[in-house]
């Protein structure tokens, strides 16, 4: 299991999350003896595997998929990085402006991602083939007026994303715009998009608005979880479940961090498309720099339940990423390619290849 995290100093920080076998001198509960930020104690540890100033200016956003993790900054540049080398191995330009949002899809029987998405502050959401990260296609001005991409979400069939935009109310009868959407666990039926404190359910057929949920302050990050299960975070500093069907808590981690909690990852039983069991097993980053992972079976009442592992950067962690699926060595086509050009040339050792893009859905390049 991987995480990545970005920083508003420019850093960005990768860990392997490792199971740690019991010992007679660990604490039965699992959860280390307070802390000390290297992740020694308890049932895990968290590994780190790199940390460096990628970009030229704050990391916006982060997203991860098998093997490959990718960064958006507000220098308009998107840094890929190959997981199982520790390395990065190549960048993305011509954004459109500050990149606020990048997500992968994956199709559920492989482990590598097949499509990278990638939305700007100018309003630019672009389309990339994963491998070798040739760009496909570009849709300008996605929103109206001209706003930004705020973030968006990739439906697990890969046939359609949505984006909410910067500045754009999230309903006619809103005074609040969207700042968070994301697709449900499992099949995508529904999707979620937060406004301020206020949560609302969709379904994806249609756009009807079937649920709301209300937290008590502002919510900044959500992470869809299986069984109708969303997991948020945000201003109230706490980590909060929410059974989908009723509209309730179904559980809540109060106090998780000291300051705001700006990203969480389910790992097990989430987006992420593997099978090692449900998702107890919760991560979230808060812009004290601090990482931690949370068991969800360890919650009971209203006292917060000791954290598995936590992993302080000392940095102002904007965003936070993650996979719990496993990968071996990923190898990119051998090929010198040309980033985001509007006709690519592809130089293989057979010959010349000529793509001029076309409108696309992300499921015809399977």
């Known amino acids: ?40 104690g308890g049932g895990c540890i968290l590994k780190p595997l790199f940390s460096y100033p990628s970009h030229t200016s704050s990391i916006k956003c982060v997203a991860v998929s098998g093997p490959v993790a990718v960064s958006g900054g ?10 199982s080398s520790c390395s990065e191995i190549g960048s993305l330009t ?18 590598f991602p097949r499509n990278l998405v990638t939305g700007s502050d100018g309003g630019v959401v672009s389309i990339y083939d994963a491998d070798p990260f040739v760009h496909l296609k570009s849709v300008r001005r996605v929103h109206r007026r001209g706003a930004g991409v705020g973030d968006l979400t990739v439906h697990p069939s890969g046939r359609l ?28 039926d529904l999707f979620f998009m937060a406004a301020e404190e206020r949560i609302s359910v969709h379904n994806s057929e249609d756009a009807r608005e079937v649920a709301e949920l ?12 299986l069984n109708n299960v969303l997991i948020t975070g945000g201003e109230g500093r706490d980590v909060t479940a929410w059974d989908i069907t009723s509209g309730k808590v179904a559980y809540s981690i ?6 705001r909690v700006k990203g969480l990852v389910v790992l097990g039983g989430g987006n992420s498309g593997d099978a090692s069991g449900g ?15 949370w068991d969800a079976r360890m919650v009971s009442g209203e006292k917060p339940p000791p954290h598995l592992t936590e992993a302080k950067t000392k940095s102002r962690l904007t965003c936070l990423a993650g996979s719990s699926i496993k990968f ?15 006709t690519l040339s592809l130089s293989l050792s057979t010959g010349d290849l000529q793509l001029e893009p076309e409108p696309i859905s992300l499921s015809s390049w399977q």
């Open 328 to 342: 071996e060595k990923w190898c990119f086509c051998s090929m010198f390619w040309v980033i985001h050009s509007d």
């Open 74 to 83: 507000a220098d308009d540049a998107v840094k890929i990085y190959d997981l």
């Open 94 to 111: 011509d954004q459109g402006g500050a990149v606020t949002a990048v997500a992968f899809y994956t199709p559920p029987a492989i482990s």
């Open 214 to 225: 209300v937290a008590e302050k502002k919510v900044l990050c959500v992470a869809p979880a």
């Open 161 to 188: 994303a949505l984006t909410v935009g910067r500045g754009i109310r999230a309903s006619p009868w809103s005074t609040s715009e969207a700042s968070v959407v994301r697709y449900s666990a499992g099949g995508g």
């Open 254 to 259: 109060k106090e998780a961090h000291s300051a």
């Open 279 to 293: 998702p107890h097993l919760l991560a979230s980053a808060a812009t004290d720099g601090v990482i931690r992972v």
């Open 1 to 40: 299991m991987v995480l990545v995290a970005g920083s508003y100093e420019r850093f960005i920080w990768g860990f392997s999350l490792k199971t740690l076998k019991p010992t007679s001198s660990q604490n039965p509960s699992g959860a280390d003896d307070g802390g000390d930020g290297d992740g020694d």
